[in-house]
């Protein structure tokens, strides 16, 4: 479809004059507002264009539309009120003002529109009349059109254009300000029959915040596809076809061109109906650095508390966005060593860890091949359990075992409940006394709940303990020390092939031999890697040191039995500890508040370690919330407090099914937008 820009859009401006004003965007779009609220159109690439039984004149315009696509025979004036009443009531992008102009289909040949219809219609004082001269065969004063099926052009609010007998119907969306700056950008499908995305163009320049488009949700009312119509963000570490991945690092949006097509994961939920509607902020290429070392970006805000607590690294515009905004739904992110799960625990939201294997990081920044997962943020357990297991369904996106070096991943469904908790005394209880309550709380209701036990035990000397390596790979180390010495092969021999090089490498061409300018942790990490480089080998072995913890782990501590596919449940503190941290650095140093991320002392690695080094599943579940004296607000706030859950493997679908029995129970709860999660 062509379109005459230039001649158009001086048009746009005389014809939308009285009604709304229009500023049209470098992609081809138009903005405009209707009341207080700013809206998007997607001029480029039209929705649909419907031909219109005779031309009226030469007239252009654009004006706001409903589109009402009926699903019975007859329809009445009853009929249309209670529609239009759905749709204000259930949806957040549609108002009055697109009822200036209508557009009647039905989903049923020689659907009859009653007398009473016609009357109401009169009363809205709509404008432009259309009728799908399919399925009406009234004779009244409406423009014909010829009419396309309801998955081309489904119910709800849009911006219509005509040129002569072509009616143009773009999609529309509304435009909401990222207050919290949680995001890289706002993108919208281009709609070009190519699958890509286009990054949108727009911020609110009196807040610095970038803007985000969400589609009205009446779209998908009749949508069978199981996510269908749910708003997602996604980390911007994942590629977008049409959009930079940026892995919040300037110097590699210089040397990586616009991604040219979706990754696996991501499009597997396009498949099953989500809408993407931006990408997130994240730590400079998956890093686990704290707010006050993000130089490129600016550091994302936590709606929780005071404003001013962390958002954790690295999926942090992810937990942060689903806490603030009741628009968006989902947010993707990926955890290697602790990024969903952080996230999550400090911004009061759902955030799971997959087992390893789960699902496919092609297409996504690597920072640990045999150690990144991919997984979701919600605010809902239920719809925490459903999109992930949709998303996850597919076992054909499934890793591949030369990448995990483990077996294939056999994920149970249907299994029972675990009999036992294992509880790590070297990370519990938590510091703050008042939180360590909330989780004793659920502790006690859940072991009655599923006869549960629990055990404490002091994890750390358990592996210490274990037979795990031949005398030949543990060459003289304790186990920690061959594991620790793994995992650090594992992510630099990654880092190394699919990042540092090409990075350094393209940096140096285009700046005579310069060194890129990367966020302090990396520039580290970096300069000393070059003294004491790894090769192939040492990776290979170290996947296979990392095979022989994981097969220990299954066979000794979280096992299947008959009757469960996770005899045991592991729980743990994420690193939060009760206690509110802040994207402040000073603000941390008071007994009160809390460095996340600290090992705590008689234990050899963070909890969020755990199930990176042994390949478990591990969500981090909101429980309740705690008061804090504020240093920011200088009032008592809130801080959240969350609880992680560590199963075997393959226990994934377990572990949901065990929440949503818990969210039964009354024991898990859905959480909130904005300052308290409760
Ligand atoms: C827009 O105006 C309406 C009515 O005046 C008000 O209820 C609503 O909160 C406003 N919305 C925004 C986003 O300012
Ligand atoms: C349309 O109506 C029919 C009959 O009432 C119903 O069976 C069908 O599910 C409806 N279709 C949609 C998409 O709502
Ligand atoms: C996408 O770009 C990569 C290089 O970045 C190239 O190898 C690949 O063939 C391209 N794929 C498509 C579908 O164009
Ligand atoms: C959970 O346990 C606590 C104390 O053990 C109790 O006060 C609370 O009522 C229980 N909650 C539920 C939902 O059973
Ligand atoms: C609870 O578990 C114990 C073993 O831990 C078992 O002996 C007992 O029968 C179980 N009770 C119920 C009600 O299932
Ligand atoms: C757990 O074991 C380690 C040694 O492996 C020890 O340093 C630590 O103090 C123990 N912690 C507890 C709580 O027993
Ligand atoms: C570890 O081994 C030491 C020495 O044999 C023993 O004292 C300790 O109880 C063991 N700890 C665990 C948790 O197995
Ligand atoms: C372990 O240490 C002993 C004594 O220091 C040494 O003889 C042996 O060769 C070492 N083993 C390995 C596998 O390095
Ligand atoms: C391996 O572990 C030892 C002991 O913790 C440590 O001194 C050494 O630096 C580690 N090596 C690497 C390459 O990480
Ligand atoms: C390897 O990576 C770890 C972090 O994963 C880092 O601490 C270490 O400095 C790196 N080593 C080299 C030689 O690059
Ligand atoms: C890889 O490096 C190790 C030392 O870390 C060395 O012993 C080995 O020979 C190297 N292997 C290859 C294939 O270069
Ligand atoms: C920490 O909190 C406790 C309890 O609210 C309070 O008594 C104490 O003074 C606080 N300590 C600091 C250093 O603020």
Redesign the pocket.
Known sequence: MKWNFGAWFTTVGLLLGSLVSATPTRQGGVVYELGNITYFANAKYPKTVLKASHPDGDKVSLVPITVIVANQSTVSDEYLQTTINDYLAGDDVFSGDFLGSLYLSSTIKNTKLDQSALKYIRSLNVDQFYLDSNVFHTEIAAIMLQGVSENELPSGPYTATRVGKSVRFLETYRLYRDEYRDFIAGAYPSNDGTGSFTALNVMDAQWWDPMIPVPSRIHFWRDSRPLAGTRVAIKDLYDMKGLQTSGGSQAWIRVTPVANATAPAIQRLIDVGAVLVGKFKLAQFASGANPWDWIDEHYPFNPRGDGYLTCSASSSGGGCSIAAYDWLDNAIGSDTGSSMRRPAAVSGTFGNRPSQGMISLEGAIPLSWSQDTAGVFSRDPYQWARFAKIWYGDTSLHQDTSITGLPPLDVKVDSGFPKRILYPQEYLPLANPAAQVILENLLANMTQMFNMTIDKFNFTATVSNASMFSAETAANRTNWDVMGNS???L??WT?HIDVVTPLLTAWAALFDGRFPPVDPVWR???T??A????NQSDFDNALRVKAAAVSWFEENLLFETPESCSESMMICDIGTEGLPSFREQDLNQNANASFLAVVPSGAAISCANICPSFACADYTIPLGQVPYESPVTMVTEQYPVSINMMVRRGCDYMLFDLVEKLADAGLVRSVKTGRTPF
């Not at 003294?531 to 790894?534: D, E, L």
């Open positions: 995992t650090t092969d992510s630099n880092q580290t990490i970096w000393s890697y003294r004491n480089p790894i």
